[in-house]
């Protein structure tokens, strides 16, 4: 039989050939790049991955570094998602710019063997050497980031031990008299497993706040998702009619929200305006000794240096962005804010945060067999386990659910910084670090 390193190694030559071999390659089925595999023949895992945006990825490369612990045999690891198209990044954010540095991507791509693999095989120029082309230490557009993840998921998928399933996962079950779980497929089938990762993201928070649904007022809704993509949002407005758009929040997605506003505004929509409507002032991450405050809540990158000298309260009144954006304080005030500023509006976005998708449903039979019941469940941020809600919640009596996992965006570390202030660490090299720190914990027998 052929070492497993050495199939890779052919499989990814064939994965990293060039689009125009890969779709040959496609069609040719046999030999295909991507091998996805009906549910069916799918009766024992390893452990499966829900999810391929850069969480999945991460917790893919970093299981594989595990797979004697995984006892893979002749099981495979499982990676399963309804397009194998990198997330978020790729799918929404690709004309965003990114708020970490173009070598933290570089460095992602090189911190596990799987993924030295990939970038060994991929036929120059590639996603990487496009990344390594550009200034390390400043930012990216991230379809930079994006086209990396893709080149990553198209060498995961052919490495022997990885099995990509296209669809949902739509239910766990745990049998607590085996400790095995079976994992329901959106195509009625289903696979065993001992292990299950959940990667599946996040999404912006579309719920009007409570302030502005009271007013009743008609506003157009702008997703946030649009307003991140210069090209989708200049189609949103009528170029020639008067339009004001609300903007609430002043996070870093607020922020290049109001960049491309801007930039509409003093181009193509010249009848455009925006109201800012915020309750913080700007927060910016700061580069201390071998550390950085705010790290995961403050500005950075191309959003700091707009925000620093156009939006603060110092260099607001002298940039040109005053004569198309109103500021309107709504702290303390949020009713009275929204209620004398709101009508002049004919647009809304929102820029609130960021919530998880929903999950597949996750269940339990217990010790004495019987009916699958739902699991409560409250997730650990520091070893990326889950634990049922309603016993203690003090760490070593947790009642931690054996197998049950999860990383990226939905499931982030929680750090604290030397300050003492805590957030929680989303980006990849942070899902890298978070997830490369767990993992050994996660594959003990
Ligand atoms: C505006 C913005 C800018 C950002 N900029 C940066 C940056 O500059 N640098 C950086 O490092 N990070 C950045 N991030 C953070 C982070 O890297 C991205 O949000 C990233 O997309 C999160 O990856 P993820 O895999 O956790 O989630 P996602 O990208 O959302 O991927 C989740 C995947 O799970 C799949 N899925 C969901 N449910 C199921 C299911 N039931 N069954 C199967 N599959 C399922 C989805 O189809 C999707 O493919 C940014 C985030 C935002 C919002």
Redesign the pocket.
């Known amino acids: 039989m052929m070492p497993s390193s050495q199939a890779f190694k052919i499989r990814l030559a064939y994965a990293t050939r060039g689009l125009t071999a890969a779709s040959h390659l496609l069609h040719h089925g046999k030999h295909s790049p991507y091998r996805f595999y009906s549910a069916a023949s799918l009766p024992s895992a390893s452990a499966v991955v ?9 917790v893919v490369g970093n299981l594989l570094e595990h797979g004697a612990e995984l006892q893979t045999g002749q099981r495979k690891l499982v990676w ?14 690709r004309e ?5 540095k173009v070598n ?2 570089v460095q ?1 791509a090189h911190e596990v063997s799987s993924f030295k693999a990939i970038v060994k095989a991929s036929p120059k120029p590639n996603a990487l050497t496009a990344l390594q082309d550009l200034p390390q230490d400043q ?1 990216c557009r ?1 379809s930079y ?1 994006a086209d990396m993840c893709l080149m990553l998921t198209k060498g995961l998928a052919v490495h022997p031990q990885v099995q990509s399933h296209q ?4 239910s766990a079950t745990l049998d607590e008299r085996t400790n095995i779980w079976t994992v329901g ?2 195509d009625g089938q289903h696979v065993t497993t001992s292990k299950i990762a ?7 928070v579309s719920k009007t706040l409570p302030a502005i649904e009271k007013l009743h007022q008609s506003l157009a809704p702008v997703d ?1 998702d649009v307003a ?1 993509s210069p090209s989708i949002l200049a189609e949103t407005f009528d170029p020639v009619a008067n339009t004001t758009v609300a903007v609430v929040g002043a996070s ?2 607020a922020i ?1 929200v109001l960049m491309n506003l801007v930039k509409l505004a003093s181009s193509s929509h010249p009848h455009l305006r925006i109201k800012w409507f915020t309750r913080n002032e700007l927060r910016y991450a700061e580069y201390m000794d071998g550390w950085i405050l705010r790290d995961n809540t403050g500005l ?2 191309q959003a700091a240096d707009w925000a620093r000298q156009n939006l603060d309260n110092e260099t607001f009144p002298d940039s040109p962005v005053s004569k198309v954006i109103t500021k309107v304080w709504t702290a303390g005030k949020e009713e009275e804010a929204y209620k004398a500023e709101l009508p002049g509006c004919t647009h809304i976005v929102q820029a609130v945060g ?1 919530a998880r ?4 449903r996750l269940e339990v039979i217990g010790k004495d067999g019987g009916d699958a019941k739902p699991l409560q469940l409250e997730y650990d941020n520091l070893n990326g386990r889950f634990y049922k809600t309603g016993g203690s919640n003090v760490e070593p009596e947790r009642q931690y659910v054996p197998g049950l996992f999860g ?6 570390e929680r750090v604290t910084d030397p300050h003492g202030n805590v957030e929680y660490a ?6 890298m670090k978070f997830v490369k720190k767990v993992v050994p914990g996660w594959v003990k027998p």
Do not use: M
């Open positions: 829900v999810g391929a945006g850069p969480g999945g990825i991460t399963v998602d309804p397009h194998f198209q990198g997330g978020r990044v790729n799918s929404r954010y965003v710019p990114s708020n970490t933290l991507f992602f930012g991230l980031a669809g949902e996962v739509t497929f959106d959940l990667c599946t993201g996040s999404s912006p946030l991140l870093h997605s290049l950075k990158g960021y998708n929903s999950l597949p990383a990226g965006i939905a499931f982030p989303v980006g990849f090299w942070k899902f």
